[in-house]
Each structure stands twice: as structure tokens, then as C-alpha cells.
């Protein structure tokens, strides 16, 4: 099967380049009676990857050894669920994931209303840029990223998955992840044969769901990474500025832009260049992330340091973001539209967009720094959280200001509503002093708490207000996804500045004060049984004011195939006021333990707010009447 797979991937990267090509000689021919032809092909090539993934999730299940990707990230003690997401934790399996769902995305366009309203024209334009993407992925998975390497001799046992994998965040984050990337393949192709083919802006109509789709399952992929952070890598926190968590960032912050700009486009009949390079500029930053943490170029936790798909990735980005410049350059008589006026809705809506693109390039700034001080310095140095929490936290907390004010101003210009807009600000001033005499005196937490209560009033004011909103379905899922953001806002601000820890080493029956919450070690247990690890738990009891709060059971596990290392497995009492955070750092002979203890406040609010603007999303989508 090694050979047949790798045999189909490489007939689809010829059928793909054939493809590609007819459909750019049919477009400069002004020729459209190829389509049926091209979706065929599309549909064949879909087939051929689902195959072919099917094949090695299968192998990957029952431990086929003889693949080299089943041998470095499976053994014979890895649970069958974690077995088969290993289809996407090395770098050849998740560029054959990612491809099948840029695959599959093609397919499904064919079927949707959006789709038929496209005319052939611009339908040839899209199956030529689709294609172009498809046969990047075909060569990285036909020469540097090959999942279907045979291994001869067949080993007995595999390398194992990294412990730190073993978590159920890798069951759902990086598909996720990859779900997103590849949803923003549609707006970016459709984009792009719309401005070449004249088909002025009913492209923002037409790819408003796949944007919606995209941004829902990288903002999901994100919440869910912090998360898998916060719970896996024992240090109790959930964001540390890594070069890979920012790489993710940066084109879900243009993406975030990219859904703004096009509001403005729609309602207001302007910024078309401007939409299209957005549309495009996403896709390519989630190259880009890929790139950060294929090329070895940037040493993080997460990157694969042996790859060879740096230049390739380069190489396409580069081109990609060169022919977005050719194609937006190209003048049109729409171009020329501007705002009505700057104080207004859609000027808003245009200044919080230049936010969120100024802290992707801030974002990104930050992840090549090392690169770029290497050209003057013989040590360069990686920027370290510092420097993001001190520049990016107050823009972001100027965002949430501007959506909190936002819904007050007039579609052309103006306030629209003074009544409504003084309230929001009576209670942004409010909320802040109330939470300054609760002795929360940091001017940043203050910023964010303040932004946070503003945009729930706002939201909860808008609806009151404006009677035509609550018959509004997508108005529903709008305003739901600020208020999940103001959630995670608030989340924010109080559960890093506020966050108190401590350390301790302690024997059986002595106790650690952390923020006032008294943690006493009770026991330490061995388990030895398991044939994947040996586990070290510590029972912790935890009390306040004499009252008991609950039990902790951090954990050491020491697994079969990394007994170079230890890992640790948190334990958390969860609470939507203080959360207590456990980490087991070590223990010796005598049956003493070292303890790590984070008191979190309101850190749910940012796993209860991700999870709302995640869910609440789906109600912005609109029907689109087939033509």
C-alpha cells in the first residue's frame, strides 16, 4: 500500500498541474464550457485523499510499523484514540490532513447556492487558483513531506507519541487548527478570480459563510490550544507569547480584520481592494504560521526542527503574496469608493480592523525578531512576554473599547444614539471605580474590566434599543461573539495580573499558604501497573478561612518510551471566581514533595466566553439563494 498511495498522490499532482493549466488557458481564451470538467477533477482528487488518508489512519491503528510515520509516532502502548490522531501530529500527516480539507472544501463549494451564482468566467478563475494551492500540497506530500515512507526491516516498536500530546487537546486543537487554515482557502480563490474576472463584490456575499466557517475553527483551535496549555504544561498559565502560539495569532488577527473590513464592504459598497488583499493576506499567514513552525528557522516549543518544507513554504508564500499585489494593482472603475465618514459605524468598524492588523504585525514583528537580530548581532534573543504584554495588551484593550462604542454610532456618520452611547460610558466609569475600591489598581486590568462590563451592556442596551435586532438572526450571533469576547476580556484581566503562586517543599502532614488558601500534603501514591507509564500522584487537601475547599491529585508520569523526561499532569478545583492550580515538580526518597501552586481568578470566564463567540458564530450565517 506504500507504493499505491504514493503512486495516487503523484498521478493527483500531474492531474491537478493538467487541470490547473487547462484552466488557465480556457480563462485567457474567455472559454468556460470546461467547468463540468474541472469539478470532476476536483471531485476525483477529493476521492483520491480520502483514500489514501483513510489508509494510513488504518495503519496507524493497528500499529503497521512498516510506515515510517506509524513508527516515529506510534508504540504498541499508545491508547487507539491517541494511535489514530496521530494522523496530525507529525509534520506529514497533518500536511495530508490539511490537504484533505482543502480538498474536501473544493468539493462542498460545488454544491452550494454560493456557487451557483458564479458565472463561468469567474468559476474557471476559482478552479485555477484551488488548483495552484492543491499541487503545493501534492508536492510536499509526494517529496519532503511523504507520509507513506516504507520502513524495511519492519521494527518491533514505535518511538511513541511525546507524552505532552497524550492530552484530549490533541484529539480536537490541531484539526481545528487545520480546519481553519483550509476554510480560508475559499474566500482567498474566490477573491482573487472575482477581481480578475470583473465579478465585482458579490463575492463578499458569496464567501461570507466560508469566512464565518474559517474564523469559527481557528478561533476554536486557539481557545482549545490555550487550554491543552493551561492543563498540560503545568506552569499555570494559558498563554506564553511562544513563537507557534503566536504564529496561530497572527493570521486569526487578520482573519478577525478580514471580517470587519467586509462588513464595511457590503453595507457601505467600499474598500473592494481592500477586502480582496484581506482575504488574500489571511491564507498566506496561515502559510506563514506553518512556516514558523516547519523551517526550524525559529526554536519554540512546538516547532519540528528537522524539516525540510521551510524553502517550499517560503517560496509559495512569497509567490502567493506577489501575484495578491499583481491582482489587487490591477485598476477598476469601483475602485475609487471611500467612507462616508471616519466618526461613524463602518469607520469603526475600518479602525478597529487597522487595530488587529497592527497587532498582527506587532505579533509577527515579535516571532522573526531572532531572525532579524541576527543580521547585527552575533547572540540575537527572542522578545519575551514582557515585551507583548507592555505593547499588545493595551491595544487589545483599546479593541475592546471601540466594541463596546461601536453600536452607538450611525451608518453613515455621527452618533446614532447619545442616549444609549452614555450609558455605556456611565458604565465603563463605573465599573472601574467600583473595581479600583475592591483594591484591582493596575491600570491595564482596570482598562480591560472596564471595556469588558461596556461591551456586555452595550450588547444587552443595542438589543433593548433597537427592536429590529431581536428578529435579526445573524445581529444574534454578532453581538453573542462580543460578549464572549467581553468574557475573555475580563478573563484576561484579572487572571494574569492578579494570578498569585507559590512553591513549596513539603512532608506528609505539612502545609503551603497560597493567597489565602491553606494546601496540606496528605499522601504520595506510586502506580507501577500501567505498561505505558509509571504515575507519582500527590493527595493535596485544600482549606480557606477553615473551611474545606476540596482535594488536588497533581501527577509525575514517567511513560515507556521518554524516560529521559518526566511529565507532569495537573489538578485543578474549578470555580468561576478562584481557580486552584496544582503542579507536581518532584519528589525524593523520603516521600517528600515539591508543590507549585497558582490561585486563577476568573480564568474559566476565557474557556466560557472562547466557547460562546465559538458556538453563538454559527447564528451569522445567512441563506444564499442559488441563481
Known amino acids: ?189 474566490l477573491a482573487l478570480a472575482s477581481r480578475l474576472s470583473g465579478n465585482g463584490r458579490e463575492w463578499l456575499d458569496l464567501c461570507r459563510n466560508w469566512n464565518i466557517v474559517a474564523w469559527i475553527f481557528l478561533t476554536a483551535g486557539i481557545i482549545l490550544g490555550a487550554w491543552w496549555s493551561y492543563m498540560e504544561l503545568g506552569w499555570g498559565g494559558y498563554w506564553a507569547w511562544d513563537p507557534v502560539e503566536n504564529a496561530s495569532l497572527i493570521p486569526w488577527l487578520a482573519g478577525t480584520a478580514f471580517v470587519h473590513t467586509s462588513i464595511v464592504g457590503r453595507t457601505r459598497k467600499t474598500l473592494l481592494r481592500t477586502n480582496v488583499f484581506m482575504a488574500c493576506l489571511t491564507l498566506w499567514l496561515c502559510f506563514f504560521a506553518t512556516f514558523v513552525v516547519r523551517s526550524g528557522l525559529i526554536d519554540s516549543l512546538h516547532a519540528f526542527g528537522g524539516s525540510r518544507m521551510g524553502v517550499p513554504l517560503l517560496v509559495f508564500m512569497v509567490a502567493g503574496f506577489v501575484l495578491t499585489l499583481y491582482v489587487c494593482l490591477v485598476p477598476r472603475k469601483d475602485d475609487a469608493s471611500h467612507l462616508d465618514e471616519f466618526i461613524s459605524r463602518p469607520g469603526m468598524l475600518f479602525l478597529a480592523s487597522w487595530l488587529l492588523l497592527c497587532l498582527g504585525g506587532i505579533v509577527l514583528l515579535g516571532v522573526i525578531w531572532p531572525v532579524l537580530s541576527s543580521l547585527w548581532s552575533a547572540n540575537p534573543v527572542g522578545l519575551d512576554a514582557g515585551f507583548y504584554n507592555r505593547v499588545c495588551l493595551p491595544l487589545f484593550a483599546f479593541l475592546a473599547l471601540i466594541m463596546g462604542l461601536c453600536p452607538w454610532f450611525g451608518q453613515k456618520s455621527g452618533i446614532n444614539d447619545k442616549l444609549g452611547l452614555g450609558i455605556v460610558l456611565a458604565t465603563g466609569i463605573v465599573s472601574a471605580a467600583a473595581v479600583y475600591s475592591l483594591g484591582y489598581t493596575q491600570p491595564l486590568a482596570l482598562l480591560a474590566t472596564a471595556s469588558g462590563l461596556m461591551i456586555v451592556v452595550s450588547v444587552v442596551a443595542t438589543f433593548i434599543r433597537t427592536k429590529g435586532l431581536r428578529s435579526f438572526r445573524p445581529a444574534w450571533g454578532a453581538y453573542g461573539v462580543h460578549l464572549g469576547v467581553a468574557l475573555m476580556v475580563v478573563g484576561v484581566a484579572f487572571s494574569g495580573p492578579y494570578k498569585v503562586e507559590g512553591e513549596a517543599l513539603l512532608t506528609k502532614g505539612q502545609s503551603m499558604n497560597v493567597g489565602g488558601y491553606v494546601v496540606t500534603f496528605q499522601d504520595l501514591r506510586h502506580d507501577h501497573d500501567n505498561p505505558a507509564m509509571d504515575m507519582h500522584e500527590a493527595l493535596l487537601t485544600v482549606t480557606r478561612d477553615g473551611r474545606d475547599v476540596g482535594q488536588l491529585t497533581p501527577q509525575k508520569r514517567l511513560y515507556r518510551n521518554f524516560e529521559q523526561s518526566s511529565f507532569a499532569e495537573v489538578s485543578v478545583i474549578p470555580s468561576l471566581g478562584e481557580e486552584v492550580y496544582a503542579t507536581l515538580l518532584g519528589f525524593n526518597e523520603t516521600g517528600a514533595v515539591s508543590l507549585k501552586v497558582s490561585i486563577n481568578p476568573l480564568v474559566n470566564w476565557i474557556w466560557i466566553g472562547g466557547t460562546l463567540s465559538c458556538l453563538i458564530a454559527f447564528l451569522c450565517w445567512r441563506k444564499i439563494e442559488p441563481r
Open 1 to 189: 500500500m506504500h507504493a499505491i498511495c504514493f503512486t495516487a498522490l503523484l498521478l493527483s499532482m500531474l492531474t491537478a498541474v493538467g487541470l490547473a493549466a487547462l484552466a488557465g488557458i480556457k480563462a485567457l481564451k474567455d472559454d468556460f464550457g470546461t467547468v463540468p470538467l474541472l469539478e470532476k477533477g476536483q471531485l476525483a482528487l477529493t476521492v483520491v485523499v480520502v483514500v489514501v488518508s483513510v489508509v494510513l489512519v488504518q495503519a496507524l491503528a493497528v500499529r503497521d510499523f512498516s510506515y515510517a510515520y506509524v513508527r516515529d509516532y506510534t508504540d504498541t502502548f499508545l491508547p487507539l484514540f491517541y494511535a489514530v490522531t496521530a494522523f496530525w501530529a507529525g509534520q506529514n500527516g497533518s500536511f495530508l490532513f490539511w490537504y484533505l480539507c482543502v480538498a474536501a472544501m473544493g468539493w462542498v463549494m460545488i454544491f452550494t447556492p454560493g456557487y451557483s451564482r458564479m458565472d463561468g468566467r469567474t468559476k474557471v478563475f476559482f478552479w485555477l487558483f484551488l488548483f495552484l494551492v492543491e499541487i503545493f500540497f501534492l508536492y510536499a506530500l509526494t517529496g519532503p513531506s511523504n507520509p507513506f515512507l516504507k520502513l524495511d526491516p519492519v521494527p518491533d516498536e514505535g518511538r511513541g507519541l511525546n507524552p505532552l500530546l497524550q492530552n484530549p487537546g490533541m484529539i480536537f486543537h490541531p484539526p481545528l487548527l487545520f480546519l481553519g487554515y483550509a476554510g480560508y482557502t475559499i474566500p482567498c480563490c
